[in-house]
């Protein structure tokens, strides 16, 4: 039974590119949320999808970011014309049913370097 | 508002020796849950334990215990004659009722282990 999945584990963009950043949910898993980590910070939380649905964007910057989870596939956050703000490593998690409090796993994280 | 503070940033001691790592929380929910987290030089992130609000009973798993005291609104984690593989940062977080979407994380604590 896979885990979170994220991939790539790693991915650097030149400034202006454009990132996008994939989560496979745990089998049987319909809720995801993304959080990013800055540098020697903690983790904050962006958004909480379910399929097809965006529960909760709060935490997601206003501009050139955007998250998606389709009936098919993966979730997926993307950031269009990255800056050099936008390198930080972003994890994605998924429970089974509502809220994180039933328990969220974690997937390894993509980190983003911009260039 | 909801909080989690860890006000060690770093801690360092020698390897056998027993070490606490303090984490102090806000919230105004009756009902919530806390966290720790290990992120070791990999990056991942590891879950380690989830304690509900109601439940604050001492949690003890190998050389990990954990003391929770809803008087003092603290939850820490203390690690029993460490080891150089305890080496990491470690994070403490909350998810309350009202908010099951998000987990706010503190800043985490690095522990170095000396061997």
């Known amino acids: 039974n896979a885990g979170v999945m994220q991939n790539p584990r790693h991915l650097v963009r030149r400034r202006g590119q454009e990132a996008r950043l994939r989560c496979s949910p745990m089998?049987?898993?319909?809720?995801v949320y993304w959080y990013r980590q800055l540098p020697e910070e903690g983790l904050k939380f962006m958004v909480y999808?379910?399929?097809?649905?965006?529960?909760?964007e709060s935490g997601m910057p206003k501009e050139r970011f955007s998250a998606e989870f389709p009936k098919e596939g993966p979730s997926i956050l993307r950031i269009q014309q990255v800056v050099r703000g936008d390198s930080a490593a972003y994890f994605c998690?998924?429970?089974?049913?509502?809220?994180?409090?039933?328990?969220?796993?974690f997937g390894q994280g993509t980190r983003l370097t911009v260039v | 508002a909801q909080k989690v503070t860890q006000a060690q940033t770093e801690i360092s001691v020698v390897e056998k020796e027993d070490v606490t790592l303090d984490c102090v929380y806000e919230?105004?929910?009756?009902?919530?849950?806390l966290f720790w987290y290990k992120q070791p030089p990999s990056g991942e992130l590891v879950f380690l334990i989830r304690?509900?609000?109601?439940?604050?009973q001492n949690e003890i798993s190998g050389r990990y215990s954990w003391n929770f005291q809803k008087s003092t609104s603290s939850f820490n984690f203390t690690i029993t004659a460490s080891q150089v593989v305890d080496s990491a940062v470690y994070f403490c977080?909350?998810?309350?009722?009202?908010?099951?979407?998000?987990?706010?994380f503190g800043s985490g604590t690095r522990l170095s282990i000396r061997p």
């Open positions: 919230t105004r929910d009756t009902t919530y849950y």
């Open positions: 999808l379910q399929k097809e649905n965006i529960i909760d």
């Open positions: 998690a998924s429970s089974p049913v509502s809220g994180v409090n039933t328990e969220a796993f």
């Open positions: 977080a909350l998810s309350s009722h009202s908010s099951a979407s998000k987990i706010i």
């Open positions: 304690r509900n609000s109601f439940d604050e």
């Open positions: 089998k049987g898993h319909s809720h």
